[in-house]
């Protein structure tokens, strides 16, 4: 099968790419690098077809998901705050770039198309666990574009007939997840400034929670829509079905690292919610869809591979 990885030089998506040419599909990336690297994908260099360019330019889309079977949707702009600042650019990547790969998509004759969605769809919804029949509350323009992919993705398979499914993503994090970036998450951000001795930033007064998924539980799940029966149209919580709090990711890490770290509190950013937590029962029934590897371990692989000590992870 010819598996099309948008955004395939990117965190997530790398790792998609590494493992579809590990288990022996034809992988085709396409990415303009505004927030992948090619380095990402330098060790299946030889084994993947890259294309660079946006999933908004038409052209360049269409060529990409020309021969495909399945598309795995996961190139965006990631980033709450980015948002805020950049509601245009943030639309303009993330709503029209995936309406634009639909289109495309469909035209190319791809059987499956596979959504990268986002937790923070359910914003004020102060329910806990999220379940995915919950009415979503978005409190940012990065909610209200990844809700708006969910909805094209949607449309296209009632009115179309190509298989969608749509995955919302909780707290992703592990290598390749840029620490240096201005919008970084939290956890590499965390451990970046923990392992140069540096203040960490919490933003509030850190019992804000979040389902943090480490990115093989999101590779496997990608796989399992890629191929599950049955399931188009459908929409699915991806996480470990846990919540910590950043005052326990503080706590954690430093456990893990060895270090006593400096924290320095700062206003709540606009647009987060306060808690965040996963009902996965429905990706478990219909996707088979089980978290392999738990927050901990999560964690101690990322800092190991920030260290440098194990860049085996990356391939």
Request: charged residues 20%; proline residues 6%; contains cysteine.
């Amino acid at each position: 099968m010819r598996v099309l990885v948008t955004g395939g030089a990117g965190f997530i998506g790398s790792h998609l790419a590494t493992e579809l040419a590990q288990r022996g599909f034809t992988v085709r990336v396409l990415d303009n690098y505004a927030t992948g690297k090619p380095e990402n994908l330098a060790h299946i260099r030889d084994r993947v077809e890259v294309i660079e360019g946006s999933v908004t330019d038409a052209c360049v889309a269409a060529r990409a998901a020309r021969g495909c079977e399945a598309v795995l949707h996961q190139a965006a702009i990631p980033s709450v705050a980015r948002s805020v600042q950049d509601p245009i650019g943030t639309n303009q990547a993330n709503v029209t770039g995936t309406i634009t790969m639909l289109t495309v998509a469909r035209d190319a004759g791809v059987r499956r198309f596979v959504y990268a969605g986002s937790s923070s769809a359910y914003g004020d919804n102060p329910a806990l666990p999220k379940r995915e029949e919950m009415t979503p509350l978005p409190r940012s323009p990065y909610a209200v574009a990844k809700l708006a992919g969910e909805h094209y993705c949607r449309v296209f398979g009632h009115l179309f007939g190509m298989e969608t499914v749509c995955l919302r993503y909780f707290n992703v994090f592990g290598p390749r997840q840029d620490p240096a970036s201005r919008y970084a998450a939290v956890v590499p951000a965390f451990i970046q400034a923990m392992l140069a001795g540096k203040p960490l930033r919490v933003d509030g007064d850190g019992t804000q929670s979040r389902d943090f998924t480490y990115v093989e539980n999101v590779v496997q799940a990608n796989l399992r829509a890629l191929e599950a029966p049955g399931v188009s149209g459908e929409v699915f919580n991806i996480a470990c079905g846990q919540r910590y709090d950043l005052n326990f990711l503080v706590r954690e890490l430093a456990a893990i690292i060895g270090t006593e770290p400096r924290v320095e509190r700062a206003p709540a950013r606009p647009g987060d919610v306060p808690h965040s937590l996963a009902d996965i029962s429905k990706a478990q029934r219909l996707l088979g869809f089980e978290p392999a590897v738990d927050f901990r371990e999560g964690l101690r692989r990322t800092v190991a591979w920030l260290r440098g000590e194990e860049r085996s992870l990356a391939a």
